[in-house]
């Protein structure tokens, strides 16, 4: 079936591959309507690493629970590979959500008999049992027999330790593990309890005591938030035996995450951080529309969401080639057009519906797929079954498959393929990522995503991605420092600078508005950043204030003449609860509820009430 998602937990081994990190320099690009050949090897030289390198867009890769046995990656793997500096997000898959109670859990029990595997299922050894050597360790520090947190819940702390802009997300359910979701999310005092258990178990730390580690507040600090993998609420489509209710999964999926929004927050305002929720968001439309996943409410939840761009094909059409993350539609494709997909058009199903692209990331895949029998060269063509794989027929790491045959990659389609006379294998290179890392950037998307690290261990794939998001202006949604605002940012004063008068035709709130595009409102002129629709401005960050219309100031949005009397100006940096006032760009701004580093008037529904001029 397109689109699975499949992230099997193989415990296979293979040898550690370790070489020295060299990213691709720059490639030629094909012509129009035509796909080159390239060399198996090039030099190149390495990106640089720090913060800077991410420029205010998102970086996020998926960590495998699994992936500390028979692959033999852990957390230290991405030190050593020097993308630590350049990742903000780290997501660590899976937190499972237990059959009987509905909650979050731990247990050290193997996938079990019934459908799909999934009921009771845990690795608490691989969380927090672990003990690592001076030699693994992220703080070349061994693990003493004694202390509650180990495993590579305590890596990752290290981790963040070392990197203080670093984001550590659990992520809960997966392919595997979406059984019990629909359950969970069944009523309000489902959701209140899961979430809450959730809550009380990552981010306040309490873990239970399971051979000698665990304990209240262990794993405190770890977790910076939820990332959610329900696959995929009211579509069959999912894992065999998961629970599906069609009619009511998207309506309360929404309500699940206002659930953890709220909890989140609520906790937030008791520690002063905050805490962040993404989600993984299916390609498929059939699924999206299932579940209601374009629906821009739902954003108000999520800080962002992770889009899909993989998997769009693969062996289980075994006797057909083609590519599985292409960025454009392939003309090529001879399937019916319901069966063809493409990452474009999976990025329309959302944004055409509202959603900020601002909002969204683009996954790429750290793996191929491909087929076996292959007697071409190019896309499309015929094959005789799966490809053999180390893990899994038809699935292999990048590592692996980038020195296997002849690399090809056609612009006009946005994918990359290899090619070795029997083989043929879909996946994504330096040249193929720099096109779509562009791509991101002109979308006014928010970053990258990544699945997952153990398949890239020299880290080339989010380092050459890391490097395109360094040149040129920020990105959308800043995340390395969130008091580092670009300097094309409103001043404080709403009014700016003089200017002639309005050429631009008046904002309409219906009209869909790209980077470049002006509008004049409330006797200004502003120019959109990024994709826009419905945002006013003046309360909305996409909008950049040219200045007023004349050499007057035009007239103030509210209509409050104001009363000169001002609060103390907001800052980034301060933590302001419900009730608190402060000025931004002279008006009196009053917190709606716990907020720190969101900036008055950012959005329509924000934190933050504006009270009218000062």
């Avoid at 293979?14 to 035509?34: P, Q």
């Avoid at 993404?278 to 996943?293: H, K, M, T, V």
């Amino acid at each position: 079936m397109e689109l699975q998602h499949s992230r099997a937990a193989s415990n296979a081994g293979r040898r550690k591959r370790r070489t020295v990190v060299a990213s691709l320099a720059a490639l030629a690009v094909a012509g129009a309507g035509a796909f080159t050949a390239l060399a198996t090897s090039a030099n190149a030289e390495e990106p640089e690493a720090g913060t800077t390198a991410v420029n205010g867009y998102r970086n996020v890769a998926y960590f495998t629970q699994w992936g500390v046995y028979g692959r033999d990656y852990q957390v230290k793997d991405i030190v050593d590979a020097g993308i630590a500096d350049e990742l903000t997000h780290i997501n660590y898959a899976f937190g499972n959500i237990h059959h009987e109670t509905l909650e979050c859990f731990e247990a050290n029990k193997a996938q079990g008999e019934g459908p799909n595997g999934s009921d009771g299922a845990g690795d608490a050894y691989a969380d927090y049992g672990k003990s690592y050597t001076a030699a693994e360790s992220v703080s070349g520090v061994a693990d003493s027999w004694d202390q509650p947190l180990a495993g590579s819940f305590n890596q990752l702390k290290q981790l963040k330790e070392q990197n203080p802009d670093l984001k550590v997300m659990i992520s809960l359910g997966g392919w595997t593990w979406s059984k019990n979701f629909s359950l969970a999310a069944a009523t309000p005092e489902s959701r209140a309890n899961f979430v809450s258990s959730c809550v009380d178990q990552y981010i306040k730390g309490n873990l239970p005591v399971i051979d000698g580690r665990g304990g209240e507040g262990a794993a405190a600090g770890v977790f910076d938030g939820f990332d959610i993998d329900w696959e995929w609420p009211g579509s069959q489509n999912g894992a065999e035996g998961n629970h599906v209710d069609p009619e009511n999964d998207a309506a309360n999926f929404k309500a699940l995450l206002a659930e953890f929004r709220s909890q989140l927050d609520a906790y937030g305002a008791q520690t002063g951080e905050h805490y962040e929720l993404s989600a993984f968001l299916p390609a498929n439309p059939e699924d999206i529309a299932a579940g209601g996943w374009n629906d821009p409410e739902i954003f108000d939840s999520l800080d962002f969401g992770n889009l899909q761009g993989y998997d769009l094909h693969g062996a289980w059409d075994a006797d057909l080639t083609g590519h599985q993350g292409n960025l454009y539609p392939d003309p090529a494709d001879p399937r019916e057009p319901s069966r063809q997909f493409s990452i474009e058009e999976s990025l329309a199903e959302y944004t055409g519906n509202g959603v900020d692209p601002a909002q969204l990331t683009l996954g790429m895949a750290m793996y191929g797929r491909g087929w076996t029998g292959a007697t071409r060269s190019d896309a499309w063509g015929s094959a005789t079954g799966a490809a053999p794989g180390t893990y899994e027929a038809g699935n292999e790491d990048y590592d692996i498959l980038k020195n296997l045959g002849t690399e090809y990659f056609d612009e006009q389609v946005g994918a990359a393929w290899r090619y070795d006379g029997t083989q043929w294998w879909s996946l994504d290179t330096p040249q193929s990522v720099t096109q779509k890392a562009r791509w991101i950037k002109d979308q006014g998307l928010s970053g990258a995503m990544w699945w997952e690290l153990s398949g890239d261990e020299t880290g080339d794939l989010p380092a050459v991605v890391a490097a395109e998001f360094g040149s040129g202006d920020p990105g959308p949604d800043p995340t390395d420092d969130p008091t580092d605002e670009p300097t094309d940012e409103p001043t404080d004063d709403p009014t700016g600078p003089p200017a002639d008068d309005c050429t631009s035709a008046p904002w309409d709130a219906a009209a869909v508005y790209t980077g470049g595009d002006t509008a004049s409102h409330g006797g200004h002129e502003w120019e959109a950043r990024w994709w826009t629709q419905g945002e006013t401005p003046g309360g909305a960050d996409v909008w950049a204030d040219l200045g007023a219309c004349s050499g007057d100031p035009g007239p103030d949005p509210t209509g409050d003449p104001g009363t000169g009397d001002c609060p103390a100006a907001w800052t980034a940096g301060t933590a302001y609860t419900g009730g608190d006032e402060a000025e931004y760009g002279g008006h009196v701004w009053r917190a709606k509820w716990w907020t720190q580093g969101d900036t008055p008037g950012a959005g329509e529904w924000g934190p933050w009430e504006d009270l009218g001029a000062c």
